[in-house]
């Protein structure tokens, strides 16, 4: 057992270093193909997309499949990709490569979070915040290597293909400790079963939930280092550590997960980790002191931190069937709603901010993280009336085994 733990752990830190690699490269991409800002802003949808719509079918490729094949092949195609990046000479090539990579973390990401389903299953402990842990402190590794290169100025070809083969050996070394869980004996069309998913209210608002993570996160990325230079005064270098502090508090705060979901359930974690996120996004847009925006931003991400990882184990626990595996195509719903976040949030902040300011922007983001509390209690509410009626057509299950309970149940 100890084995699957770290090997899933390794597979989200990798995650997340390819992740953290690319982005922090856009600007030498942008100046290699000469693309305008407007432009450049067009074609990073194109991983936005490519996310959204891949998550709305990794479910059923993990259900078909098992989620270890599916981490190897995404895996491997999200690597693939990074080299690709580098050869690109038109904004149109640029787009099309970013679709196709956004594409393969959207299934990457689904199948890796339904190998860590199947891991807490079995060792019965709340672990999901953990390995989420690993693909933010993955993400900040990435990113300050991909820094790194640029202050050195490594080309984007070598700099990418270093990554690519450390990525792949990394994968071919821990894939066969990956856990497989048995696919579902379900062998109906998945149109039936999609259909099923979308009727089921518990999903909507678990994917609501993840949906203003994602806005939150998105707009932070995006737009924290902006607001400090501009509305702050803070310099550039300053005001680049805004995201990582914000970043960091997530990635340490997720280390704690299994202690606090033992000791709260998951509505009270979800209700407040929602009002510290808008309070903390709240203080930094209202309060105009720059070492009080440094801790606004480090407090939103301590209160966001559990987010997505509580609603992706409340999302499987969802689709549990009577064999104690299931709820792959439930992340994969779930997950899809999610990424839409990503898509709409920063042009979202964007506009908010062209009508008014960055001020009134970030605090706007506050308010929308406070969604989050009655957002939970709502899917409590429809999770109990879901297992009142008992087991659905689709998707039998049997009670959640005990990290299921102590996550969402309600008990301690």
Known sequence: MRSERVSVFIVFVLNGVIAGSWAPRIPTLAEKIGASPGVLGLVLLGASIGLAVSASFAGRLCARFGARVVVFASALAAAGMLPVL???TTAVQLGIALVVLGAAFGVFDVSMNVAALTVIRRVERPLMPVFHAGFSFGGLAGSLSAALAAGYRVELLPYFTTVMVASVIVIAGVIRFVPREEPAADTRGSSGLDRGLMRRPVLWL???IAFVSAI???????WSALFAVHERGMSEAAGALMYSVFAGAMAVVRLLGEPV???????RILAVGSLLAGTGLLTAAIVPVAWLTYVGYVVAGAGVAFVFPLVIELAGAAGQRDDGNGGAREVGFVTSIAYSGFLIGPPMLGGVAELTDLSFAVGFVGLIAMLIAPAAL???????REQARGPLTEHPRTPPSRSTTSSSGGHK
């Open 378 to 384: 709502a899917a409590s509410a429809a999770r109990k």
């Open 86 to 88: 580098a050869v690109v």
């Open 216 to 222: 939150v996160e998105g707009s932070n990325a995006d």
């Open 206 to 208: 678990l994917g609501g």
């Open 261 to 267: 979901q033992r000791r709260f359930d998951a509505v």
